[in-house]
């Protein structure tokens, strides 16, 4: 089946500063990337869509210039986030849809565990 | 976007067959049961997915009534590997809208 993969796999930073989890689809190429963000014992949780090559939709009560998103390939998505603080914590999942999929079938990245200081 | 219903948590033991039901009453004509397994630190990997009646693959199997209104996701024989959190999902073919997670079901398999 096709694979996505993200980087890192875990990181801690301390408040303020700002972290870049990247998103990847290795064999195939993904139109459609989502983020979501999971808080320990929660279910996923979306935080936006990006498309190839346009600006990405955020889902209510999601910041767009704390979470910033680029998808400037159609193998890759960005998700920076910016000044990050300790209730940033969480796991941030990834998932990518490919070209002409009936299904809209999404493929999900192993997560990254952010530890915000 | 139908509303899924699911039990919080179930316990099995291991060789047992488990049965999750989810109940979806305001499932559309063009809706498709989808269901995913996620591990602790890990994304969602997918199950299985069905439009009516049974489906089965190598993993498990589901089951959906004449009026769709529910689903059985089955899982035969289960082991210990197989406590996890299982998400039942309702989407439509074709669409471009995101998947919905709810609250899902943490199935614990005891020794």
């Known amino acids: 089946g096709a694979v996505v993969s993200q980087h890192p796999s875990r990181v801690i930073c301390k408040s303020g500063t700002s972290v870049k989890i990247e998103c990847r689809s290795l064999d195939f190429q993904a139109t459609t990337m989502f983020w979501y963000r999971q808080f320990p014992k929660q279910s996923l949780m979306l935080m936006a869509t990006?498309?190839?090559?346009?600006?990405?939709?955020?889902e209510q009560g999601v910041e767009k210039d704390k979470f910033l998103i680029n998808h400037a390939s159609l193998t890759l998505s960005t998700l920076t986030v910016t000044s990050a603080h300790p209730e940033d914590s969480s796991f941030y999942i990834c998932?990518?849809?490919?070209?002409?999929?009936?299904?809209?079938?999404?493929?999900f990245g192993p997560g990254t565990r952010l530890t915000v200081l | 976007l139908a509303k899924t219903t699911q039990p919080i948590s179930m316990d099995s033991y291991e060789g047992q067959e488990v049965n999750i039901t989810c109940s979806h009453n305001n499932i559309a004509t063009n809706d498709y049961i989808t269901w995913y397994q996620q591990f602790p630190s890990q994304g969602p990997r997918f199950i299985i997915q069905?439009?009516?009646t049974k489906v089965t693959n190598e993993v498990a199997s589901l089951f959906i009534p004449a009026d769709r209104k529910s689903s059985t996701l089955s899982l035969p024989r289960v082991s210990l590997s197989d406590t996890a959190v299982y998400y039942c999902l309702v989407r439509s073919s074709g669409s471009a809208r995101q998947l919905t997670f709810g609250s899902g079901t943490q199935l614990t398999v005891l020794p």
């Open positions: 990006s498309n190839e090559g346009s600006k990405a939709t955020y």
């Open positions: 069905g439009y009516k």
């Open positions: 998932s990518a849809r490919g070209l002409a999929d009936e299904w809209n079938e999404q493929f």
